[in-house]
Each structure stands twice: as structure tokens, then as C-alpha cells.
């Protein structure tokens, strides 16, 4: 009979278990796109989620129209981007290394912007070679007038979901371009730029290969040159080789020759089954203050609000910059438009401060001006960074973060949750 009872319950048990599982799962990863206008079940994973989502339902108006205060700011970085021809491309990389200053890594007036963008995409390739650092496959461009890029290649196309965990699938090359623009528009200025780039596979990288590079090259069945590189993942059947005009794509990014300094983040995932502390603990950021100042927390907040706009879940370290962390590896954005995960906000609504300067940003782009103006400025370059339904995500992620900022108001007020200290 006991046995009997104990079989039963442990069967009893591992059904609740499997249940949680199924619906811990559904919950977190499916389709959310439907969360502003479906009933409110959706997404509460846990009570502070659910908090949040009421909020997104019961936001001001002000908060879904546009605000006209940012009719000027607006004016001013179209401005930025809007190049003017540049004459002796060289040039623009001669102040390199006066550029960075105690506000930005780049020049941010007269066209600079625009001007660097430019150069980027212009400029000859003189030598290209494998940049093994990191996990993905990356290649590194050297520049005529000494300048180096990484070259993320293109593994997808835009209209690709990615399935799966938060910071599944390779990187995507137009996450990094879009995160680019996205910081340029919140006024994230510690960040570097990034073009998308076609490079002909025969006459700018076969011909300016280095001999390791050449050495990770294979031709496909097709006969086509494609490249498998060094790095931690890079396998020889996973290549990425040119399309039909012989030409390859990727995000280009400026790279920066600074020392660093690496940490790991407070809010990193486990990449198992295993749920770290801040996923357990909601006064986890009570232990971060401990060791962090709030300075730093304040710079993680805005890093995490970055990258949830994105979809970004995959921060597991920063750089440091000046004090300051580098927005660097935005790779694994734009997976799924249809998917939120609210998690990825954690620091904000854990330790509910934000510096108020960012605050301000976020409220100056309501009602569509923040993807509006990523279009405006990212169309000076002929790019098309995106698909709509990820511009639409953004937007309805835009509205989750109001929310967020709200339900820490409501829980501590306006006198705890805004700093003013600038981090970014
Ligand atoms: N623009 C840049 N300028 C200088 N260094 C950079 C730049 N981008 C990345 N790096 C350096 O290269 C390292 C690897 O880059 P990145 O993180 O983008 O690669 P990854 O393959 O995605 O790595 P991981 O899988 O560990 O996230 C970074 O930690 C950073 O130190
Ligand atoms: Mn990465």
C-alpha cells in the first residue's frame, strides 16, 4: 500500500514538474507580439513581470504619441548623418586617436558621423586576415590610411526567425548595424560604427589574404570560394561564401585599438539548465551594490534597456572604456520580432534606478520616433537594416520599458529611481 502511495506521488510529482517546465517555457518564449492587445495572462512569469505588463496596459497616453520636443533633436542628428562628400578619404581617419573624449568614442557634430560611415564603406581593403577573438567567425580588414575593421559576415537573411533560446543561432550581421544606429538615437555615444559592406571574394579577399586566412578557405560544390575562419565555433562545414555577384556580406565595424578592460556581468545567463542568482533572488541587485558602484549599475541599466530593445540575451561580459562600458558584440539581436523576453531588463527592475538623462531620451522617443528616426538615418546609407515586424517589436518593446520605469515609480518614487550621474 505505502509503496503503491509513494509510486503514485512520485509519478504525481514528476507530471507537476514536466507541466512547469512545458508552461515555464510557453510563457517565456512564444509568441508575445500579442501581449498589447491579448488578455494579461501572458508573460507573468513571476509577479514583478506581471506587474510590469499591468503597467503596459494602463500607460499614459503621452507615452504612445509623439513627443514634440524631440522635433530638434531629431533635426540635429540628421544632420550628423547626412554626409557630405568627402574629398581625400584619408583624412577623416587622421584624427583617430584625438576622437575619443570624456562624452563619446567619435565625433558626434558637423557631419561626423556620417563622415567616419562613409570612409568605412569607401575606403580600399589592403589586407585582410582571420580575427580569431571571440566564438564566431570574424574576419579583419585592414584599411588603406591604417584603419581596421570586423567583418562579421552575413549567415541569414532578414526575414530569418531565429527559435530557441535567447542567444541561439550564429551572430546576426544587421543586429550589429541596427545596434549602431539604435545608440546613436538614445544618445549612447560608447559604442563604435558599423556599416553593412559587400566585399568581392576574389578581388578583396583572396587577392589581399593573409596565408592563415587562405588556409580556412575551401571552395563549395558549387566551386565558389567560401570561408570557414578561426574562431572558437568555426567548423570546416560551417563556411559562408559570396552570393551570385561573388561578393559577401556583412556588418563592418569600426575597430577600436583601446585597452579594455573585461568583466563579467552581474546579470549573465548560465547557457544551461541551471538558473543563476539573479534569476532566483528578486533583491538580487542589493548584492551587486556590494561589490558595484552604482555609477556601474546605473551604466548596466541603460546596457540592459539597450539590449532588450534589440532582443539582445547574450551579454554574458562588458568592456570598459574611460569607466564606461563599450556597447561591442550586438550580434544577437533581431532573432525573433515576435518574441520579448522581459528577463533581459532584469537590472532595471531589480535595482529600479535609471539615470535620468536616459529617462529623458526614452520619453522623447515615443510614439514611433525612435524607429522612425533609425529609418531616417540608416536610409542616408542605403541601408535596410530590418524587416517591419522587428520595427514594430521595438516599438511595442519601447512601451515595456515605459512600463517598467512605472512600476518602479509606483513601488519607490520619482526621488529614488532617478540618478543623475551620466554613464553613457
Ligand atoms: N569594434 C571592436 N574593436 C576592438 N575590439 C573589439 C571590437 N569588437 C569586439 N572586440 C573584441 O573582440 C572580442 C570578441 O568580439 P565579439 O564579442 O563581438 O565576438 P563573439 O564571437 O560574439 O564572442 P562571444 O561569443 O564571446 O560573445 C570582444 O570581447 C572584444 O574584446
Ligand atoms: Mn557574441
Given at each position: 500500500?505505502?509503496?503503491?502511495?509513494?509510486?503514485?506521488?512520485?509519478?504525481?510529482?514528476?507530471?507537476?514538474?514536466?507541466?512547469?517546465?512545458?508552461?515555464?517555457?510557453?510563457?517565456?518564449?512564444?509568441?508575445?507580439?500579442?501581449?498589447?492587445?491579448?488578455?494579461?495572462?501572458?508573460?507573468?512569469?513571476?509577479?514583478?513581470?506581471?506587474?510590469?505588463?499591468?503597467?503596459?496596459?494602463?500607460?499614459?497616453?503621452?507615452?504612445?504619441?509623439?513627443?514634440?520636443?524631440?522635433?530638434?533633436?531629431?533635426?540635429?542628428?540628421?544632420?550628423?548623418?547626412?554626409?557630405?562628400?568627402?574629398?581625400?578619404?584619408?583624412?577623416?581617419?587622421?584624427?583617430?586617436?584625438?576622437?575619443?573624449?570624456?562624452?563619446?568614442?567619435?565625433?558626434?557634430?558637423?557631419?561626423?558621423?556620417?563622415?567616419?560611415?562613409?570612409?568605412?564603406?569607401?575606403?580600399?581593403?589592403?589586407?585582410?586576415?582571420?580575427?580569431?577573438?571571440?566564438?564566431?567567425?570574424?574576419?579583419?580588414?585592414?584599411?588603406?590610411?591604417?584603419?581596421?575593421?570586423?567583418?562579421?559576415?552575413?549567415?541569414?537573411?532578414?526575414?530569418?526567425?531565429?527559435?530557441?533560446?535567447?542567444?541561439?543561432?550564429?551572430?546576426?550581421?544587421?543586429?550589429?548595424?541596427?545596434?549602431?544606429?539604435?545608440?546613436?538615437?538614445?544618445?549612447?555615444?560608447?559604442?563604435?560604427?558599423?556599416?553593412?559592406?559587400?566585399?568581392?571574394?576574389?578581388?578583396?579577399?583572396?587577392?589581399?589574404?593573409?596565408?592563415?586566412?587562405?588556409?580556412?578557405?575551401?571552395?563549395?560544390?558549387?566551386?565558389?570560394?567560401?570561408?570557414?575562419?578561426?574562431?572558437?565555433y568555426c567548423k570546416i562545414n560551417e563556411t559562408v561564401c559570396p552570393d551570385s555577384n561573388g561578393e559577401l556580406e556583412g556588418a563592418a565595424i569600426l575597430y577600436l585599438d583601446k585597452q579594455f578592460r573585461i568583466h563579467k556581468s552581474p546579470w549573465r545567463r548560465s547557457y544551461n539548465s541551471k538558473k543563476m542568482e539573479w534569476e532566483k533572488d528578486n533583491d538580487f541587485c542589493k548584492k551587486v551594490g556590494m561589490t558595484l558602484s552604482t555609477k556601474r549599475i546605473?551604466?548596466?541599466?541603460?546596457?540592459?534597456?539597450?539590449?532588450?530593445?534589440?532582443?539582445?540575451?547574450?551579454?554574458?561580459?562588458?568592456?570598459?572604456?574611460?569607466?564606461?562600458?563599450?556597447?561591442?558584440?550586438?550580434?544577437?539581436?533581431?532573432?525573433?520580432?515576435?518574441?520579448?523576453?522581459?528577463?533581459?531588463?532584469?537590472?532595471?527592475?531589480?535595482?529600479?534606478?535609471?539615470?535620468?538623462?536616459?529617462?529623458?531620451?526614452?520619453?522623447?522617443?515615443?510614439?514611433?520616433?525612435?524607429?522612425?528616426?533609425?529609418?531616417?538615418?540608416?536610409?542616408?546609407?542605403?541601408?535596410?537594416?530590418?524587416?517591419?515586424?522587428?520595427?514594430?517589436?521595438?516599438?511595442?518593446?519601447?512601451?515595456?520599458?515605459?512600463?517598467?520605469?512605472?512600476?518602479?515609480?509606483?513601488?519607490?518614487?520619482?526621488?529614488?529611481?532617478?540618478?543623475?550621474?551620466?554613464?553613457?
Amino acid at each position: 500500500m505505502s509503496v503503491k502511495y509513494i509510486i503514485g506521488f512520485s509519478i504525481f510529482l514528476i507530471v507537476l514538474v514536466a507541466c512547469n517546465i512545458y508552461f515555464y517555457y510557453n510563457l517565456t518564449s512564444v509568441n508575445k507580439h500579442v501581449i498589447l492587445s491579448a488578455p494579461r495572462k501572458v508573460e507573468a512569469t513571476s509577479s514583478v513581470h506581471k506587474d510590469i505588463i499591468d503597467h503596459v496596459y494602463n500607460l499614459p497616453n503621452e507615452y504612445k504619441v509623439k513627443n514634440p520636443n524631440f522635433t530638434p533633436l531629431q533635426r540635429n542628428l540628421v544632420q550628423s548623418f547626412n554626409a557630405s562628400v568627402i574629398n581625400n578619404l584619408k583624412s577623416v581617419w587622421n584624427y583617430v586617436d584625438e576622437w575619443a573624449d570624456d562624452e563619446s568614442l567619435f565625433p558626434h557634430k558637423d557631419g561626423a558621423p556620417g563622415q567616419i560611415l562613409q570612409a568605412m564603406r569607401a575606403s580600399q581593403i589592403a589586407l585582410v586576415d582571420n580575427a580569431p577573438k571571440g566564438t564566431q567567425l570574424k574576419l579583419l580588414l585592414l584599411l588603406e590610411g591604417k584603419q581596421k575593421l570586423l567583418f562579421k559576415p552575413k549567415r541569414y537573411n532578414l526575414t530569418h526567425i531565429i527559435n530557441g533560446h535567447i542567444y541561439a543561432g550564429f551572430d546576426r550581421h544587421n543586429s550589429e548595424v541596427f545596434a549602431y544606429y539604435l545608440a546613436m538615437v538614445l544618445n549612447f555615444k560608447w559604442v563604435a560604427p558599423v556599416i553593412t559592406r559587400r566585399i568581392n571574394i576574389d578581388q578583396e579577399i583572396m587577392r589581399l589574404a593573409t596565408p592563415g586566412l587562405k588556409k580556412t578557405m575551401v571552395k563549395n560544390e558549387g566551386g565558389r570560394l567560401c570561408i570557414y575562419g578561426k574562431c572558437y565555433y568555426c567548423k570546416i562545414n560551417e563556411t559562408v561564401c559570396p552570393d551570385s555577384n561573388g561578393e559577401l556580406e556583412g556588418a563592418a565595424i569600426l575597430y577600436l585599438d583601446k585597452q579594455f578592460r573585461i568583466h563579467k556581468s552581474p546579470w549573465r545567463r548560465s547557457y544551461n539548465s541551471k538558473k543563476m542568482e539573479w534569476e532566483k533572488d528578486n533583491d538580487f541587485c542589493k548584492k551587486v551594490g556590494m561589490t558595484l558602484s552604482t555609477k556601474r549599475i546605473l551604466n548596466l541599466v541603460d546596457t540592459a534597456i539597450f539590449d532588450f530593445l534589440i532582443q539582445n540575451g547574450d551579454r554574458h561580459r562588458y568592456e570598459i572604456y574611460k569607466e564606461k562600458i563599450v556597447l561591442l558584440d550586438n550580434g544577437k539581436g533581431l532573432g525573433n520580432p515576435m518574441v520579448d523576453v522581459l528577463d533581459i531588463l532584469a537590472p532595471l527592475y531589480q535595482c529600479c534606478i535609471i539615470n535620468f538623462s536616459t529617462w529623458q531620451n526614452l520619453e522623447y522617443l515615443s510614439g514611433g520616433s525612435l524607429t522612425e528616426t533609425i529609418k531616417l538615418l540608416s536610409e542616408f546609407h542605403g541601408e535596410k537594416l530590418t524587416t517591419e515586424e522587428h520595427y514594430q517589436a521595438i516599438e511595442r518593446r519601447l512601451l515595456k520599458i515605459y512600463a517598467t520605469v512605472q512600476y518602479c515609480l509606483e513601488k519607490h518614487g520619482s526621488g529614488k529611481v532617478f540618478k543623475n550621474v551620466v554613464a553613457l
